[in-house]
């Protein structure tokens, strides 16, 4: 598996060159969110706010209106807990172009529960206007610019920094409101998002191996979620559904799909793997997956219970998950 360091923070400087219109923000974190080598780029394009996300967001929404595009970055837990107000009434609703650049969503910091985004998505996609994006790989990250840029109004981006995992291929970018079908089948159907989907791809191809086919769809695109490929791989899953985020169970992925199913009436079965309404502790990654079951295992045990079978797979003979020491210059994990 390739590793990337910083796919953002280089890739920003260059996809901004030739694109005037285009301002970054920062609140206080300007190295943490890799965007220290645009600011050294182009310092009059850049605006360091402060520890003031209220205010910050005000100012970008008045650039918007002038004809910028401005591109938001801080932690994701300060975007909508801190700035929701303005989110709403100052974006939002006026339907402007600022783009939302969230690093650190759900478990992926030690930080506990001040800094861990576990109901971002929840809250946002239920904002009028929002479109909520989430980055899973190295590909994603590098790619998303491009999609926020020709959006209309306002978007979210769940991101990632550091050390990122390359999953996909670099041909292959990011695509608006398309998920990616990693795997077919119609056994089980699994959907998964950001870090999520790197968990899962470690249990597909052992499930293969027990005979057992799998529609494993990796979802990008929170809001609009209109891809048929989701209605499909619902549709076609003789045993029922996963899905496997790191966010909250209650108004995320695990929600999206089971509305498709109630609405359209698919009648299936669905297990909801993610944080089931508590906060999560501070402590490193691997031991908050496990803990809270958003590990390669917890699916194991979903597909499982689904078809009403024990499998003979065990968690020596998964892969642990890609990490970097908390304190090195990647920053994956640190504040």
Known sequence: MEIVKRPHATNLVNWAKEKPEVVVFSADLTSSCEIDDFRSAYPDRFFSMGVAEQNMVSWAAGMAKEGFVPLVHTFAVFIYRQALHQI?????????????????????????????????????????NMVILEC??????????????NIEGPV??????????????????????????????????????????EEALRVTAYLRQQGIEVQHLHISTHK???????????SNAKYG??????????????????????????????????????????????????????DAMTLVRSVEAL??????????????????????SAKAEAL
């Not at 650049?101 to 971002?120: K, N, R, S, V, W």
């Not at 199913?261 to 508590?278: F, M, P, Q, W």
């Not at 009403?308 to 020491?325: C, D, F, G, K, W």
């Open 88 to 128: 709403i009434v100052s974006v939002a609703y006026p339907y402007l172009p600022v783009k939302f650049f969230g690093f650190l969503p759900g478990i992926l910091t030690p930080g506990g529960m001040t800094h861990q985004a576990t109901e971002d998505i929840a809250v946002l996609r239920s904002i009028p």
């Open 136 to 149: 899973g790989d190295a590909t994603e990250v590098e790619s998303v610019l491009d999609v926020v840029y």
């Open 156 to 197: 979210y981006v769940r991101t990632l920094r550091g050390e990122v995992p390359r999953l996909f291929p670099k041909e292959e970018p990011f695509e608006f409101d398309r998920a990616r079908i990693l795997s077919t089948g119609k056994d089980i159907a699994i959907f998964t998002s950001g870090i999520c989907t």
């Open 224 to 234: 609009p979620f209109e891809d048929p490929a989701i209605v499909e791989a619902i």
């Open 241 to 294: 559904v996963v899905t496997m985020e790191n966010h909250t169970i209650l108004g995320g992925l695990g929600s999206n799909v089971a509305e498709k199913i109630a609405e359209l009436g698919l009648g299936k079965k669905l297990i909801r793997l993610g944080l089931k309404d508590v906060y999560a502790h501070g402590a490193s990654r691997p031991y908050l997956m496990k803990k809270y079951q958003l």
């Open 307 to 328: 078809m009403e079978i024990r499998l003979n797979i065990t968690e020596e003979e998964l892969a642990s998950v890609h990490l970097q020491p908390i304190h090195s």
